[in-house]
């Protein structure tokens, strides 16, 4: 999009991190006169906000905004995306993909609140989050101009990044030996950069500080750990019997899955601008509660809703990915899961050890299992000859072809 000769006043999405600490000073140098209002989204990230609003001050931003976004991101995207079972390429737990959205939705609130001219983001242009948060402006603020310094500026890698940092005495938390590009949130921890991007090299999980939410497998307790988890419609409600919010439960799983090395995942990942990429991520509530879902789904849903459920969770996956939360296709998903979920209550008991997630139990209310039908001893509800006439009609097709090649030769 072609900028306007004169912008007054620039809203920058704002982390703190290498890419926006750098960027703000960056926009005072070329926007000249320009206000520059700093926005951050807590969606999770504790510790990393601590010193934002003296750090942006310093370094040109007019004032500093931290949304809470925290009790909005899991019961508006995280608990649609668990009940639909959701995955991106089988595996990917959409960490990174489904907050961007709610992160992007308060910065437009922001935008239109202070009047600015544009959003600046610190996206570059390889990457799927420029995509996300860009569809989101369009959603929400579609006249927006966009500036976007990654696809334009004279900064080329990180290194060069840390250079400008290093030239214009703007703070870091990191070095070019610490300088894994991570992203954190309440859901996960993701990890990529330096050692990783060859798929190759084993992720250095037992580098010290490496990992952050938990430990590896090896290094776990030698005893297993228990956690009982509660649903209603699909939603974790209880921990252990204690009823939680979410944010709460989400923290407390993260804790003791990361204790028992559970929820790291080495993942080689397409990403929508089509190159493949590695990275590793440290999920281990969102494993926890995914399998629980999972495992409670099978005592609840019919045969056929699930099979076809299954097909759904890879599209919804994909539109969370390709940043397309903000769709009626979307929405029209999230209609059929929830209608697939009126009967996914029950108790869920979930073994943890040594990085394994293994169900040690399940019951429901509206569980489809019956004893009477699936006991492999007498009983006097199945007509176990019944299956016979079953078999000629299911393979009726299969025996025509039998019989066409058998006499037609």
């Known amino acids: 999009m072609k900028l ?7 809203v920058l999405m704002y982390s703190g991190g290498l890419d926006t600490s750098v960027m703000l000073t960056w926009l005072k140098e070329h926007y000249p006169g320009c206000e520059v209002i700093a926005v951050a989204g807590d969606v999770g990230q504790g510790m990393e906000l601590e010193g934002l609003e003296e750090k942006a001050l310093a370094t040109g931003a007019s004032k500093l905004y931290v949304l809470d976004l925290r009790e909005e991101f899991v019961h508006d995207f995280i608990w649609p995306t668990l ?3 959701a995955r991106y390429e089988r595996e990917y737990l959409l960490g990174t993909a489904f907050a961007r959205p709610v992160i992007a939705k308060g910065v437009a609130d922001i935008a239109r609140k202070e009047g600015a001219d544009a959003i600046c983001h610190g996206c570059t242009g390889k990457g799927n989050d420029q995509v996300r948060f860009e569809l989101t402006f369009k959603h929400f603020c579609p006249g927006m101009h966009i500036i976007a310094p990654w696809r334009s500026w004279e900064i080329k890698s990180r ?13 870091l938390k990191i070095n070019r ?3 894994y590009s991570k992203d954190k949130n309440i859901w996960h921890l993701s990890h990529e950069g330096l ?8 992720a250095p999980l037992g580098k010290p500080g490496f990992l952050e939410l938990g430990v590896r497998p090896e ?12 649903f209603k419609q699909g939603i974790p409600v209880a921990l252990d019997g204690e009823t939680l919010d979410g944010v709460t439960l989400i923290e407390r799983l993260n804790a003791i899955g990361g204790a028992n090395g559970v929820g790291i995942d080495d993942l080689v990942e397409n990403r929508l601008v089509g190159m493949k990429s590695r990275g590793v991520y440290e999920n281990p509530a969102g494993r926890i509660l995914y399998k629980a879902h999972d495992v409670l789904e ?17 599209r919804y996956g994909e ?20 209608s697939t979920q009126r009967n996914v209550t029950g108790e869920v008991k979930i073994k943890l050890y040594k990085g394994n997630i293994t169900s040690a139990g399940v019951t429901s209310p509206n569980s489809l299992w019956s004893e009477a039908f699936a006991t492999f001893n007498e009983d006097d509800v199945y007509d176990q000859g019944d299956s016979a006439g079953f078999i000629n009609l299911f393979g009726l097709s299969m025996r025509m072809q039998g019989m066409l090649r058998e006499f037609g030769e």
């Open 4 to 10: 306007p000769k004169e912008i007054k006043k620039i």
């Open 83 to 85: 009940k639909a079972g």
């Open 159 to 171: 290194d060069d990044a840390i250079a400008y940092a290093e030239a214009h005495n703007i703070p």
């Open 177 to 179: 030996d610490t300088n």
């Open 195 to 202: 050692d990783l991007e060859d798929p190759a090299n084993e």
């Open 219 to 230: 290094d776990a307790p030698d005893t297993p750990t228990y956690v009982t988890i509660d």
């Open 298 to 314: 099978t005592i609840t849903l019919d045969r056929d809703t699930q099979h076809y459920k299954e097909l759904i969770a890879a």
């Open 319 to 338: 539109l969370v990915y390709f940043g397309q939360w903000y769709t009626p296709l979307r929405e029209a998903l999230d209609a059929f899961v929830d």
